[in-house]
């Protein structure tokens, strides 16, 4: 069974901090990596997406991926209260595998 | 491009009864999931589509529940003999093709009484 797992908090930072969350997964021939963020009652929401080792940016958020250790992590800089939201984890695995989820952090900014 | 669609936003069912979902994903993306998910939880995997072909259904899935995706365009997830224990929001999400984005709908959040 393919798990994906991260850490459910609260993790809770003060505004403008960075928040810093993490997710590992089990299939080691996973491809393609995704966060999404959920406001609450809403459906997720795509906000990066992270293919080869190493760092990807995009404004605020920094995905971060290491395939030898099989852990992906997403770094939000100058958090802000907005920010507020579960953050899930995705994987998809090899070719004619599912997006599997994790369970989510749940982050809270507070001013 | 138009968001993946989902039909109804709400529904409100008796136990016993059965339900469908309607979904209509992204124009011309091949891949479609279906997700169930509670309170409190990630978005659980129930089944997915590349095109027209079901490829995989989750283990966890009874066989109450049924999907199709005709002609490879939108798709239908059909509960039968609702239990209490379906109550949760309905997920759909596309992508264009393997490994690539997953758009997600705004869901269909049904509560079985």
């Known amino acids: 069974q393919k798990e994906v797992e991260q850490n459910s908090g609260p993790l809770s930072v003060p505004e403008g901090a960075i928040a810093s969350l993490n997710c590992t997964y089990s299939?080691?021939?996973?491809?393609?990596f995704f966060w999404y963020r959920q406001y609450s009652g809403k459906s997720p929401e795509l906000i990066m997406s992270i293919y080869s080792n190493g760092d990807k940016e995009d404004g605020r958020f920094t995905a971060q991926l290491n395939k030898a250790s099989q852990y992906v992590s997403l770094l939000i800089r100058d958090s802000q209260p907005s920010d507020s939201a579960t953050y899930l984890c995705a994987v998809n695995g090899q070719a004619g595998t599912a997006l599997i989820f994790g369970k989510g952090t749940t982050l809270s900014v507070s001013s | 491009d138009t968001g993946v669609s989902q039909d109804p936003r709400h529904k409100i069912t008796k136990r016993g009864q059965n339900v469908t979902f309607r979904c209509d994903p992204i124009s011309e993306h091949n891949r479609l999931y279906w997700y169930r998910q509670t309170l409190g939880q990630g978005p659980e995997f129930l089944t997915y589509f590349q095109n027209e072909a079901q490829l995989e259904k989750s283990r966890l899935l009874s066989d109450r529940f049924s999907a199709e995706r005709p002609k490879g365009s939108f798709s239908t997830l059909e509960i039968q003999r609702t239990e209490q224990g379906d109550s949760a929001m309905y997920l759909c999400a596309s992508s264009r093709t393997i490994n690539t984005e997953a758009f997600f709908g705004q869901g269909t959040r049904l509560t079985v009484v």
């Open positions: 299939d080691r021939v996973s491809q393609s």
